[in-house]
Structures are given as structure tokens and as C-alpha cells.
């Protein structure tokens, strides 16, 4: 049995989705806030359980049985998140997994500016002691490319703080792997990096946008004190771009510069590129 955790998001559910050509039905099961909104899964014969980081309990139950539990981590800036990450680990332990997958990110290493990070490192400490097997994916950045790049087709401009080379990786070939890792016979123990193949900067970036649309592309560095003043006039919290903004810190001292070969042998091909993100969503 294998239970994966957020199945109702993004990760979780591509996971599912790639697991069910992997695996029959009846060896996945899934802990979710709300099952209702699994019903999807429930009709092909996956097995739902309510589960929240927040309910040990509930996670007990509904990590029955499993023989590896895939968390999913949290991310509310606003909760406990190490707290709730120990409920899941011990939840898992408790329910006999042999095995925890855990998502953690590029870079979690003391001294990492970016916050979560802090996060990620005291949640893989858990795993060390929690006395199961455990495997931390340090996942590539997989967020749309737009959401870090900004409204670059629309004004001709990537306008962000100083950046550094990053392997962006698409979140859909994160989940085909992990599924891969969750059904093979492959062990990875500890942390176990999922990156795109080459690491690019918004520079970078900008080139092959002029290129692929034919038109000059610029990248223009803001400051990091005129780049907050500027999210927090569109509304976003002081708090959140300063968050936000020590992801540019991190990248632009090389935090997130280190890529892998792992994640093309999981596939069992290339992984896309940035340029091919780029181009999918100008065709989009």
C-alpha cells in the first residue's frame, strides 16, 4: 500500500494520477482534508481517507496499512509547519510505514537565505530520527514560469531582483518521477535531488523569449527595496515579499544552481527545458 497526502493538489494528484498506470488501484490510497473531493479517486477504486496534519489521529487511520506514506508538504506561512510535519512523520511511524517520501526543496541547507528552507532542514531531521527509512525529494523550483518571470509578454520586460541560475522544473514531470521512486524497486535514502537538467538565469531567460517571439525581450534588475515597495502597491503583503524576496537572495548566491541527472533517468527521457516551458505557454 502506498498513501499519498494531498491528492486534492497539484503534486499530490499528478502523483496519484501517474501511480494508477504504475500500480493497481487497490494499493493506493490517499489522506486528504476533505474526501469529498476525492470521489474521483474513491470511483476507481483508490482508497480515501480523511487525514489533516493537524489531526494525528485522523492521519493514523488513514495511513493504515501503508508500507510508504508520500508527504506532501505544507506551506502556510502562518502554521507550525515543522510541528505539523512531526504529526505526519510520527503518524507514518505509528502506522507501521516502512518507508516516508517527503517533498522538501533545492537547497535546503543551513544558511539558505530563502526561509522555507529552515523548514525543509528541520523536517529532514525528523525523518533522520524518526527510525524509517525515509527519502527527502529537494525538488527543483516547478512553479509557472509567468508566476517567477512576471508579465513579460505583455510589456517586453522581465523586471525582478538580481537572480541567479535555477533549474526550473516542470511540476508534472516531479510527479511522473516521484510515482516512479514510489513503484520501482530503486531505493533512495535521504535527500534525493529532482531537477530540471540545465540551470538558467532570468537573463537567460530573456534571450530565449526574444528569440522564440521574435522581439527584444529585455531584463531589467531592480532594486530589492524598489522591488517590495512595488508588490506591496499591487497589494501583496510586506510580509509575503519579503519572503518572496529572499528567494532572490538565495538564487543570486547560488543556492539553487546545482542540477542532476536523476530526474531524466526517472523519466526515461530529457526533461523539458525552460525553453520548452517557454514555448509551450506563447503557444498557450
Known sequence: MIVVTGATGGLGGATVEHLLKRVPADRIGVSVRDAAKARHLADRGVRVRQGSYEDPAALRDSFAGADQVFLVSGNDPAADMVGLHRNAVEAAVAAGARRILYTSQQGAVPDNPYRPSDIHIATEAILSDSGADWTALRNGAYGPLDQVLGPWQRTGVIAQP??????????????????????????????????????????????????????????????????????????????????????YQAARTGYFAETGPLLAELLGREPRTAADRLAAGIAA
Open 162 to 247: 538580481q537572480d541567479g541560475p535555477v533549474p526550473y522544473t516542470d511540476r508534472a514531470e516531479v510527479a511522473e518521477a516521484t510515482a516512479a521512486i514510489l513503484a520501482g524497486d530503486r531505493t533512495f535514502d535521504g535527500p534525493t535531488a529532482l531537477t530540471a537538467p540545465t540551470a538558467v538565469t532570468f537573463g537567460d531567460l530573456a534571450e530565449i523569449a526574444s528569440e522564440l517571439t521574435d522581439r527584444t525581450v529585455k531584463r531589467v534588475v531592480l532594486d530589492d527595496e524598489e522591488w517590495v515597495a512595488d508588490q506591496i502597491t499591487t497589494g501583496v503583503p510586506e510580509q509575503t515579499a519579503r519572503l518572496m524576496l529572499t528567494w
